[in-house]
């Protein structure tokens, strides 16, 4: 609860500061937030799988400043989290089991604790132009209305029109062609987008 102690509350608790602009929550009970000055900060769970984006798998009781200053969106999933910059650069961490990460690699035992920018400029720093599904599969749309997915897709969630083991994409792949798509949604399992008409 970002509260500097492990109490539990039943009634809402202000968190310190005035400035808070946009906030994301992750399965494992990690929470992220950004500020009106574009800094963006993290607390709750780490020990799992590196997902606060601090260099370390150390949990936090506290919001703490992830470095930077120009952080536009966060989304968190399970495992790992995806973030925009204003300049249209696209950010992950945590755990890369499924390629979520971006890299083109799949490593089933890796964790990345510090943000790594996913290559790319000119990804769309809308409010639900990205997401994360719980078992890692990512989500993001570019400024051109492209859709383009990576990581999990065992249950075919990617839209690629195939799933199963191992069915992972460790890079960004556009769906399909069109150029219309405006915001993500990722669940366990599948993934929902809407077209612009």
Same mark, same amino acid.
């Given at each position: 609860?970002?509260?500097?102690?492990?109490?539990?509350?039943?009634?809402?608790?202000?968190?310190?500061?005035?400035?808070?602009?946009?906030?994301?929550?992750? =399965?494992?009970?990690?929470?992220?937030?950004?500020?009106?000055?574009?800094?963006?900060?993290?607390? =709750?769970?780490?020990?799992?799988? $590196?997902?606060?984006?601090?260099?370390?798998?150390?949990?936090?009781?506290?919001?703490?400043? +992830?470095?930077?200053?120009?952080?536009?969106?966060?989304? *968190?999933?399970?495992?790992? $989290?995806? /973030?925009?910059?204003?300049?249209?650069?696209?950010?992950?961490?945590?755990?890369?089991?499924?390629?979520?990460?971006?890299?083109?690699?799949?490593?089933?035992?890796?964790?990345? %604790?510090?943000?790594?920018?996913?290559? #790319?400029?000119? &990804?769309?720093? #809308? %409010? !639900? !132009?990205? =997401?994360?599904? /719980? &078992?890692?599969?990512?989500?993001?749309?570019?400024?051109? @209305?492209? *859709? &383009?997915? &990576? @990581?999990?897709? /065992? $249950?075919? %969630?990617? #839209?690629?029109?195939? =799933?199963? /083991?191992?069915?992972?994409?460790?890079?960004?792949?556009? +769906? #399909?062609? !069109?150029?219309? *798509?405006?915001? +993500?949604?990722?669940?366990? *399992?599948?993934?929902?987008?809407?077209?612009? +008409?």
């Amino acid at each position: 609860l970002g509260l500097n102690n492990t109490t539990q509350y039943s009634s809402p608790v202000q968190i310190p500061g005035t400035t808070w602009s946009k906030v994301t929550t992750g =399965g494992h009970g990690a929470s992220a937030a950004i500020k009106t000055d574009g800094t963006l900060w993290t607390w =709750g769970a780490n020990s799992n799988y $590196a997902i606060l984006g601090q260099g370390n798998k150390t949990n936090y009781s506290s919001p703490k400043q +992830v470095p930077g200053t120009t952080w536009a969106q966060v989304r *968190f999933g399970q495992k790992h $989290a995806l /973030a925009t910059k204003t300049d249209g650069t696209l950010w992950a961490w945590g755990s890369n089991s499924y390629g979520a990460l971006g890299q083109g690699q799949r490593a089933p035992s890796s964790y990345t %604790e510090s943000p790594v920018q996913i290559p #790319g400029t000119n &990804w769309s720093t #809308g %409010e !639900d !132009d990205i =997401g994360c599904s /719980a &078992w890692g599969a990512s989500y993001a749309i570019k400024t051109d @209305g492209t *859709f &383009w997915t &990576w @990581g999990d897709n /065992a $249950a075919g %969630e990617l #839209g690629h029109n195939k =799933g199963g /083991a191992p069915g992972d994409i460790s890079s960004p792949v556009q +769906v #399909g062609s !069109d150029t219309t *798509f405006y915001t +993500v949604k990722g669940s366990n *399992f599948s993934s929902f987008t809407i077209k612009k +008409v």
